[in-house]
């Protein structure tokens, strides 16, 4: 079965919309949503919709940190975040608001583990940033594979039967085994607001019957998404940003 | 977790073992068959037990990822992987040839022998490069040849695919390969740069020349270090009759500093097969070792062993491309101007590209050719001083310009015979102007276009066009 990943959709509808396109056009079967629907972007209330009507259509959902500050306001977020977090709130009706605060922390399906961000405390929020953070996270799991999101950059590790950690950039386009012999964690990039230098949105294609996972690229229409941004009085710098995936 | 006990008529996924063709420090191969399957197949089974080797199993968990992406002739068509938590093996093509092993009981080969083995070895290896892998295991027990004469290049659990995660990097922190093939850079922990196998072929092309390995067989890491500032005996105090030219192509190779050796295994093949055509340097002359104020320097000097940024396989590859321009020396000046100045605007932005000018001299179908024209010149030594004067305005440093006079009755297979066996990369040729000649014999650019297996650039002077 193909099943599309997709995290840190951030209420980018031009995004989310084209990654949803490209995933189906590709064959996916089923989805699963790696948290933070919302904030930053202009679309909240329509992205939180298509997430509610996929998980109603058989999609897994885990919750983000953005989407669980929605009904617990943080001070931990930057200015930006925490501006875009208070208008988002708004702009949510009740429905989208209880739908984000009921989603859980992690998901397992099969021998895999859906979670936002670092596994071993999940409501803690830790950015997945090094060998270090995955091996924690990976030991705190019995997954075989786990998957998460949060810090926008796509990265690949792995645990050994000798418990030594590789750490992998992957490459756009080229499937990589996961080896039965090891433990993984995939980080997938961003949908909605990609870090790792490159503007195309970001998600991950998981084929179980080869147990292989592709890190795939959408482009986007960038300049709708930050305009829409712009129209809606949110920080110019998150406009900005999209183009040039920082 | 239950292992089968292999035995031969065991039978595992289809496969059925016939007779154990090897037994190694870390794998079995077993000669196995399939029913309805014609192909020669071997299993390669690694022997995992309690206290096993960490390397046995990543080696295997490497060849397992990395075997299934390769095609092509200089490599075992993979057949089929078998699961570690059930058996663990490989099904891969057996290949009917030999593996350079047994030479070694007869070395040194013959010069021209030699030359040839380092350009089929050097045409896998580019064709591996080209697939994004550095093999790093480079020796001869890994090198078998087809009866069809292609190499095809064993073993890739020592192997580095750019596009994969290594996981041999990170399981080890002591550089792991075979100690007197061993790159400089290789030892200092460096995977992916593709240079590494050059310096393994280098090593073979040395011993199998000589009969001496160039850094003997030394297995501590002191013994092996030695060759980031040590050169080898040059080839020629060790053989008074070693050829200049194969000492210049060996010793390059064999360049502690991978900077200095050729840029890709493509345009080490491309020397080996032209060897009237290598550019002689002190490298074809000497005589000893450098002198010991020179080790010295590179010993000591931090500078030269200060880390390089990571090498990338395909950003080097792709940056010295064979670049051969095809010029016809009868056509007119302005054409062969506009086919000097695209030249010219390629090669600016790749200084480690290589230029190959070609000409091709057609012979009669019918008539007797002759060496020799009405007046007595050399017809061939005229042309290839004509290509030079062309390409001379270029002003490309000799080591990286070559010019070839080829001969045929039909220019456009010719030229296309050169592209392939060279591995050119991308082919300049000028479109003459629509002639009666052209109409009626069809044109030697469109052929070649048509039927090149690189890019070709049609090259045209700006024509005035009717309003």
């Known amino acids: 079965m193909l099943i599309a990943l997709f995290a840190d959709i951030h209420a980018n509808r031009q995004a989310f919309a084209a990654c949803l396109d490209d995933a189906r056009a590709r064959g996916a079967q089923r989805f699963v949503l790696l948290g933070d629907y919302v904030g930053y972007g202009a679309d909240p209330e329509w992205s939180v919709e298509t997430v509610m009507a996929l998980v109603a259509d058989g999609a897994i959902a885990v919750q983000g940190n953005h989407d669980s500050a929605i009904s617990e306001p943080r001070e931990t977020m930057n200015v930006e975040a925490r501006v875009a977090i208070e208008w988002t709130r708004g702009e949510l009706g009740r429905p989208a608001r209880d739908f984000l605060a009921r989603l859980p922390l992690t998901a397992a399906d099969a021998d895999r583990l859906y979670v936002h961000g670092d596994a071993s405390d999940p409501p803690a929020w830790t950015y997945v940033a090094s060998t270090a953070e995955a091996a924690r996270s990976i030991q705190a799991t019995r997954a075989r594979v786990s998957f998460c999101g949060h810090i926008h950059r796509p990265a690949v590790y792995s645990l050994s039967a000798t418990a030594k950690m590789t750490a992998f950039t992957p490459v756009t386009g080229v499937p990589i085994p996961l080896l039965p012999g090891r433990r993984w964690l995939i980080v997938a990039g961003a949908v909605g607001q990609p870090r790792d230098g490159n503007p195309a949105a970001a998600w991950l294609m998981l084929d179980t019957a080869h147990q292989q996972v592709t890190f795939c690229r959408t482009p986007y229409d960038i300049e709708g998404a930050a305009s829409a941004i712009r129209e809606k009085g949110l920080p110019v710098w998150l406009a900005e940003r999209l183009s040039r995936g920082i | ?467």
């Open chain 2, 1 to 467: 977790m239950v292992k089968a006990l292999l035995e031969p008529g065991t039978v595992i996924d289809g496969f059925r073992l016939e007779e154990v063709i090897h037994r190694g420090g870390m794998s079995m191969l077993w000669r196995v068959t399939r029913q309805g399957d014609d192909l020669p197949m071997v299993m390669k089974v690694p022997l995992i037990a309690e206290g096993t080797d960490p390397a046995a199993i990543v080696g295997f968990e490497m060849e397992q990822m990395i075997m299934p992406r390769l095609s092509g002739p200089h490599v075992p068509k993979f057949v089929a992987a078998g699961d570690f938590a059930v058996q663990p093996y490989i099904v891969m093509e057996r290949i009917a040839g030999k593996s350079l092993l047994p030479r070694l009981k007869k070395l040194p080969l013959p010069y021209a022998e030699v030359a040839d083995l380092g350009v089929r070895i050097a045409t896998a290896l580019d064709a591996l490069h080209r697939q994004h892998v550095v093999h790093l295991d480079i020796k001869p027990s890994n090198i078998v040849l087809r009866p069809s004469g292609e190499a095809v290049l064993l073993d890739y659990g020592l192997s580095h695919h750019e596009q994969l995660p290594d996981l041999m990097q990170e399981e080890f922190r002591v550089p792991f390969g075979t100690a007197p093939y061993m790159s400089p850079e290789q030892l200092k922990g460096i995977r992916s740069d593709p240079r590494s196998d050059q310096f393994a072929l280098g090593v073979l092309l040395y011993f199998f020349s000589t009969g001496v390995r160039p850094f003997g067989e030394g297995e501590t890491l002191g013994a092996m270090r030695r060759r980031l500032w040590r050169d080898p005996e040059p080839p020629r105090k060790l053989k008074a009759d070693y050829p200049p030219w194969l000492q210049e192509i060996v010793l390059r190779c064999l360049e502690s500093e991978a900077s200095r050796r050729y840029p890709t295994a493509a345009q080490l093949a491309f020397e080996l097969s032209h060897p009237d055509q290598v550019k002689l340097t002190q490298r074809a002359e000497r005589m000893k070792r450098d002198p010991l104020t020179v080790v010295w320097r590179r010993r000591f000097n931090t500078d030269l062993t200060a880390p390089r940024r990571k090498p990338e396989v395909t950003a080097q590859l792709t940056a010295a491309p064979i670049v051969a321009a095809a010029v016809d020396l009868v056509a007119d000046a302005t054409l062969n101007e506009a086919l000097r100045t695209t030249t010219q605007r390629m090669l600016a932005t790749l200084p480690s590209a290589r230029l190959a000018c070609l000409n091709v001299h057609k012979l009669h179908r019918l008539a007797l050719d002759t060496t020799l024209d009405s007046a007595g010149h050399n017809k061939r030594v005229d042309r290839l001083v004509a290509l030079r004067h062309w390409a001379e305005p270029l002003k490309l440093d000799g080591a990286r310009l070559t010019v070839h006079v080829l001969e045929a009755v039909d220019p456009a297979d010719a030229i296309l015979e050169f592209v392939r066996a060279n591995r050119v990369d991308h082919l300049l040729i000028g479109a003459r102007d629509p002639s009666l000649m052209r109409a009626l014999l069809g044109s030697v650019s469109a052929k070649v276009a048509a039927e090149a297996p690189c890019t070709v650039t049609i090259v045209r002077p700006l024509r005035e066009t009717a309003p």
